[in-house]
């Protein structure tokens, strides 16, 4: 009996893999083999016919990218597990929810699998990852070895094989182009997904991109996963790949559960590649625990176990050599890089390095992963209902209790999408049947009431409430900046007013249907009136601004008509994310407007063609030289010929003296030039402007590594028609500025009016500064006249990734009031 049940596994075994095709048997080679890049297509090509050829992998098209490619999920486990998939699925949404009494969660832990996603290929230049995937499911679904077996049996894998569609096939045509050619390992020209490029990693709490949406729907709508792991490529160099733990600091509002839970796994990691025998190992360094936005941090916040590496690559697919000699001495927190230490035991000592190399390398944490999983599949089930029911219950007992979203609001459009982009996130929304009192405030019916008893409190309290970045020193006394930002709280971002309640009160509430935009309206203080206003002048109809702002039908009384602005956003050869969130913006509220490049530029005529030009945060060296034809990219390690990095001639350079002088011209003859953040300093310096620079550079000067400062606004200003008086920009880095121009000569085609300046006072409210008092007061939004045009320079970031909805009213004022008409009483001339 015994030996019948041994052959009838076996013949199970071999016709779950027969006629399952290696990668080398689809892709015509092995992705990972130098100079080759497998496109998208490939990739799907080939998990489908997995799929087709084994019971083992079930692929699942989840929906589709931005430029419309389908985006895919395989769920790999043993048959018998995937027969019974939406069972497990359950099992995993009532642990994560905390829905289940103790004896059922215990019961269910049991019989659940522990649901473990893996994703590849979000950085698109970041190739590895995409490439790795065919060679996990292949091994996944065709491996008869216990260690396998025991995952399929006990884990159900998530793998979404590419994050970014889009972006692999730019990067796998880009490469193909280039390949052997000087230009091979050249950055790619523009951003590898639409709006966002890199910053498609900082979109999970806003969820503006197509891709983050669908993502986000699988992991806290559907899926509820006890692991996600996030692939990337960029360890400190020369360390071969980065494991948890994650470095200082660590956010207070992350359960430690979860944070020792992302250690033990990164041990278990650590001891494999000890086991294995892969040097360059490194934890413990530059990626930290404090940000929420992220694939791997957002999910921290959900009682979900976010890990993240970073192996090594060089670039695209082509192998590089190294020597010790190259190394620098020390990593940025003083370690050595050749000798031994703790976070960093067995130093790698160079050598040739290929992508297959990094894929080896992605596989073994793969499989530490995906082992620690299936040995502790109960316990992971369990711990997630645990952290469920604790953070319920943390809520009940109050402080706070809940926040309240009054259906008051200034800018009721932006309460709303608040609202829907924390339903995405997986928070639970109530409204308010009728009026209740809480807090010793009261609200009226129709207000939101989101309850801090509930699963994903810790995500609830951490957007809601203002961060405090501590104030950490590395060894040669410096302030540690944060890695990515320091501060991002929801409301103060979208300027939306939320009371938070600390003690229990009693409403009649009921579960909120999706929070939904509001119907078509002018009401000048909500941006989605500039909706209404653009589809009202796609139709033809007439639409005017008061002298006081509002928008009105009737031209009695009106200071200007409005018309469909003419807008140039300039889009650089340097794959510009701030440009990417800039198109975001003017395509989410149907702004018309026209990318331009450097020729377009240079070739002048600017006016005749625009009422606004639009320069995303960049430096002026950057602006003015681009890349130069036949030099090493920035931040590059080589000097020597081998990098064949030279970047197309089609995309060097900049603007130049010439593109300068047109933009000069544009706004001479009556176009509106506008500069965010870095951008400013081009007209200040060149022009110039009557503007002088507040800020100190060097390490006393103000630093503001991405924060939410408060600012005041002159409302009768027309940039700031619908904003409060004060209100709150989010900074990285930032400009400020005194004006020089003395009263009596400040007036005419010379005159500089300061829209908005830094609070004079209390200017942090959410993130870190240092030498603050060097801004405030200061100019942080600026209005010059020049020649018959307008310079509108933002000390910040308006559409900073798209979040910060406080502030867009400023831009997409200008866009409309450049291409206004005055009729009378207006401020702004034609």
């Not at 083999?33 to 050829?53: E, I, N, T």
């Not at 009556?670 to 402007?689: I, Q, R, S, T």
Request: proline share 7%; with cysteine.
């Amino acid at each position: 009996m015994r030996r019948k049940t041994i052959i009838l596994t076996l013949f199970a075994a071999l016709w779950a893999v027969a006629g399952a095709p290696s990668p080398r048997e689809h892709f015509g080679f092995d992705p990972g083999d130098d100079y080759k890049l497998a496109d998208y297509g490939q990739l799907v090509g080939y998990f489908r016919k997995l799929a087709a050829a084994s019971d083992r992998i079930k692929v699942i098209e989840f929906g589709r990218s931005s430029m419309g490619r389908p985006m895919i999920l395989a769920v790999i486990s043993d048959a018998e597990n995937l027969a019974r998939l939406e069972r497990y699925r359950e099992i995993s949404r009532r642990l994560a929810l905390g829905e289940a009494g103790e004896e059922e969660a215990r019961k269910l832990a049991a019989e659940g699998r522990a649901i473990v996603w893996i994703d590849s290929g979000m950085h698109a230049t970041e190739t590895a990852p995409s490439q790795h995937a065919p060679h996990l499911a292949f091994r996944m679904v065709t491996g008869e070895d216990e260690e396998t077996r025991r995952i399929r049996r006990n884990v159900i894998l998530l793998q979404i094989p590419c994050l970014n569609p889009d972006g692999l096939d730019m990067v796998a045509e880009w490469y193909r182009r280039n390949v052997g050619t000087p230009h091979e390992n050249a950055r790619l020209p523009w951003l590898y997904q639409k709006y966002a490029g890199h910053d498609n990693n900082r979109d999970y709490f806003m969820f503006n991109l197509e891709e983050t949406r669908h993502a986000g729907r699988l992991l806290f709508e559907e899926w509820f996963p006890q692991i996600v792991y996030n692939q990337h490529q960029s360890p400190p160099f020369p360390a071969r790949i980065f494991v948890p733990p994650h470095s200082e600091p660590l956010n207070p509002n992350i359960p430690a559960a979860v944070a020792e839970g992302v250690t033990l796994i990164g041990a278990a990691m650590r001891e494999r590649f000890a086991r294995e025998n892969k040097p360059g190992v490194i934890s413990y360094l530059n990626f930290d625990g404090w940000w929420n936005g992220g694939l791997r941090t957002a999910p921290l916040f959900h009682n979900m176990h976010g890990i993240m590496t970073e192996t090594a690559g060089y670039a695209y697919a082509t192998p590089r050599t190294y020597e010790a000699s190259e190394f620098p001495e020390r990593f940025a927190n003083g370690i050595p890089t050749r000798e031994p230490s703790i976070f960093y035991p067995r130093p790698w000592l160079g050598g040739r390095w290929t992508l297959r190399d990094a894929i080896e390398y992605m596989l073994t944490a793969d499989f530490a992963v995906l082992d620690y999983a299936a040995r502790h599949s109960r316990e992971l089930l369990e711990k997630a209902w645990q952290m469920a029911r604790e953070a319920i219950e943390a809520g009940r007992k109050g402080k706070p209790y809940a926040y309240v979203v009054p259906a008051e609001q200034w800018d009721r459009s932006s309460a709303l999408a608040m609202l829907e982009r924390l339903r995405r996130g997986g928070v639970r929304i109530l409204r308010a049947r009728s009026a209740f009192q809480a807090g010793g405030k009261s609200f009226g019916a129709g207000s939101w009431v989101l309850p801090a008893a509930q699963p994903f409190r810790a995500y609830l309290v951490d957007l809601m409430e203002p961060q405090r970045y501590p104030e950490l020193r590395a060894g040669d006394g410096a302030a540690r900046r944060p890695y990515d930002v320091a501060g991002w709280t929801m409301p103060l971002s979208m300027g939306v007013k939320v009371e938070r309640i600390e003690e229990p009160f009693e409403a009649d509430l009921e579960e909120a249907r999706e929070p939904t935009s509001s119907a078509e309206s002018l009401d000048y203080r909500e941006n989605a009136a500039f909706l209404t206003l653009a589809r009202m002048l796609e139709r033809g109809q007439r639409i005017y601004r008061r002298a006081t702002g509002e928008f009105t039908s009737a031209p009695a009384g009106a200071a200007w008509e409005l018309r469909r602005p003419r807008v140039a956003l300039y889009e650089p050869w340097t794959a510009n994310m701030d440009t990417g969130w800039t198109q975001w913006l003017l395509d989410t509220y149907r702004v018309p407007y026209e990318l331009v490049h450097n020729e377009d530029v240079q070739r002048g005529d600017l006016r005749r063609r625009f009422d606004l030009l639009i320069l995303a945060s960049q430096s002026p060296a950057s602006i003015l030289h681009g890349v130069r034809y036949g030099e090493a990219p920035p931040g590059s390690r080589e000097g020597r010929g081998e990098l064949r990095a030279v970047q197309r001639p089609e995309y060097t350079g900049g603007i130049g003296v010439r593109g300068l002088a047109a933009l000069e011209e544009f706004t001479r003859e009556g176009g509106w030039l506008v500069g965010f953040d870095a951008a400013a300093a081009l007209p200040v310096e060149y022009f110039p402007l009557p503007l002088s620079n507040a800020v100190r550079p060097g390490a006393g000067g103000f630093q503001c590594p991405g924060s939410l400062l408060r600012i005041t606004v002159d409302t009768a200003h027309p940039l700031a028609f619908g904003m409060p008086e004060e209100t709150v920009a989010f900074v990285t880095g930032g400009q400020a500025w005194d004006v020089t121009l003395l009263e009596p000569y400040n007036r005419g085609d010379r005159e500089v009016r300061v829209v908005a300046r830094y609070a004079r006072e209390r200017l942090l409210a959410s993130g870190w500064v240092a030498n603050e008092r060097q801004v405030l007061g200061k100019a942080a939004l600026v209005e010059a006249r020049y020649g018959r045009g307008r310079v509108v320079i933002f000390g910040f970031r308006p559409q900073f990734r798209g979040q910060t909805f406080g502030t867009f009213k400023f831009v997409l004022n200008a866009a409309y009031m450049a291409a206004a008409r005055q009729l009378q009483g207006g401020a702004l001339s034609e």
